[in-house]
């Protein structure tokens, strides 16, 4: 059996495995239930312990769990700390010294990777540092990034979509000086709220359904049943003023074009790592997997109104938004957010190419799949770098690097093809059906010729199957 066979026959075996036990009711589809006015999920802030040398540690255990998408319904998920879906949010500031211990109650083997997190690679969380059951494996480093929302979720090899798909993610929100100063709203859970958008299968019984043929692997496991902070279709009652909302598309393949009802105007004020320099107006934005983006709507003069937010591709509801009578706070948003450090493009020392393509059925990136022992880029550090990465086939991918936050120079060969709202510092990037663009990185830190970082696909199937490389950053 070849491995990528074996891959596929593990993912159906542990996806009926998990359906077996999942519900203890038996309703049938029709019958399912989504929780009616369902108050809007916010993941619970960690509080770190910080210890005797300053270092904040966040604990983080892992395990099977109990979350109810509908009425009367208990679905099998994987859970973290009190967290029946979804884990809890870290908050750090740029500077902290962090470790996050990892604790994983689970039958199988995880990682747990932080996606935005600028980190040497033994504590990156890829496929190279595995957490055992009953294993606990710590990242511990300095935050050294701007001012950004990130996410934690498993990165172990062919196991990566299954494992997000039951739950296993949490986002990591990173704020510096310049941020924090900022006159835009900063509470947690009342005006600065997280949304993580998913879209799930579910079977007859309320189980979580991660069951994709060929097929299914070929474009991407897609669902219109659509979560945000593991509800569907949740109500947040929000102040009359402004509110900023932090969007991550944490599902395995879904594109998502994100916005309110009525083209309602709201200003992107943050892309992946980044804040972007001037705020960009805009009536919906698109995000594919693995990319955040940070939002905020002007709400002051909407008090008892209703917005709804919505996925418009399939004109689905994501969240409605109940605006109270309350009076929240108002601002006037700066014209220049910050000022963004940019490398010279005439600085590059080479240009790396990346096609990413298909070869005898599998994914692959320059012709080559995902190869745990092999290492396909060797990266000089602090070498000003061009990556031109190409989407040679029909269908959309997306193209992630580990390590590093770039800035897009170009699409399809033009500066002017680059849209307002991805000026900003990114990890991720979407490439449309048979496109290309070419982003500016370098490698500032962690030389290590040993521990590989990851490239590749986001969207969960295409990584899981070969679209996915490795590089080491070299002295
Ligand atoms: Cu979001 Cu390589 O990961
Ligand atoms: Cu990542
Ligand atoms: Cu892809």
């Not at 689970?106 to 935005?116: A, K, N, Q, S, V």
Request: with cysteine.
């Amino acid at each position: 059996m070849n491995r990528r066979s074996f891959l596929t026959l593990s993912l159906y075996t542990s996806a009926l495995l998990l359906s077996g036990c999942g519900t203890s009711s038996r309703v049938s589809v029709t019958e399912l239930k989504p929780i009616k006015n369902r108050q809007l999920p916010i993941p619970p802030l960690l509080d770190p312990t910080p210890d005797d040398q300053g270092v904040k540690h966040f604990n983080l255990t892992i395990q099977k769990s109990f979350h109810t998408f509908f009425d009367g319904v208990q679905t099998t998920t994987y859970g973290i700390n009190e967290s029946s879906y979804l884990g809890p949010t870290l908050l750090m500031k740029n500077g902290d010294r962090v470790k996050i211990n990892y604790t994983n109650h689970l039958d199988e083997t995880i990682t747990m990777h932080g996606h935005g997190m600028h980190v040497p690679a033994q504590m990156d969380g890829g496929p190279h540092q595995p957490i055992l059951p009953n294993a606990t494996w710590s990242a511990e480093y300095r935050v050294k990034q701007n001012a950004s929302t990130n996410w934690y979720h498993p990165h172990f090899m062919g196991k990566t979509a299954e494992q997000v798909y039951y739950g296993l993610a949490g986002l990591i929100i990173v704020e510096d000086k310049e941020s924090s100063q900022l006159n835009i709203p900063h509470n947690y859970g009342i005006d600065d709220i997280p949304l993580v958008l998913q879209d799930r299968r579910f079977n007859a019984n309320g189980a979580l359904d991660y069951s994709p043929s060929r097929r299914e692997i070929m474009h991407g496991y897609q669902s219109d049943i659509f979560l945000v902070n593991g509800a569907i279709e949740p109500t947040f009652t929000a102040q009359a003023g402004w509110l900023r909302l932090r969007l991550l598309n944490g599902s395995n393949a879904g594109v998502y074009e994100v916005g309110f009802h009525n083209e309602r105007l709201f200003y992107q004020i943050a892309s992946d790592n980044s804040l972007l320099e001037k705020p960009v107006p805009l009536t919906s934005v698109r995000l594919s997997p693995g990319e955040r983006a940070e939002i905020i709507v002007d709400l002051s003069n909407d008090a008892g109104n209703t917005l709804i937010l919505k996925e418009l591709n399939h004109q689905k509801d994501l969240l409605t938004i109940n605006v109270s009578t309350a009076f929240g706070a108002t601002y006037t948003l700066p014209n220049q957010l910050t000022t963004l450090v940019k490398e010279d493009p005439a600085t590059a020392v080479r240009t790396r190419q990346f096609t990413l393509g298909m070869q005898r059925g599998t994914f692959t990136i320059n012709g080559q799949s995902m190869d745990i022992n092999v290492i396909n880029e060797y990266v000089p550090i602090d070498q000003v770098e061009i990556w031109e990465i190409t989407n040679s086939m029909m269908m959309p991918h997306n193209f992630h690097i580990h390590a590093t936050h770039f800035l897009i120079l170009e699409r399809d060969g033009s500066a002017a093809n680059v849209l307002e709202n991805e000026k900003g510092y990114k990890d991720t990037v979407y490439l449309p059906p048979n496109s290309r663009v070419k982003v500016i990185v370098r490698m500032r830190d962690y030389a290590d010729a040993q521990a590989p970082y990851m490239y590749h696909c986001h969207f969960l199937e295409h990584e899981d199957h070969g679209m996915m490389g490795q590089f080491v950053v070299t002295p």
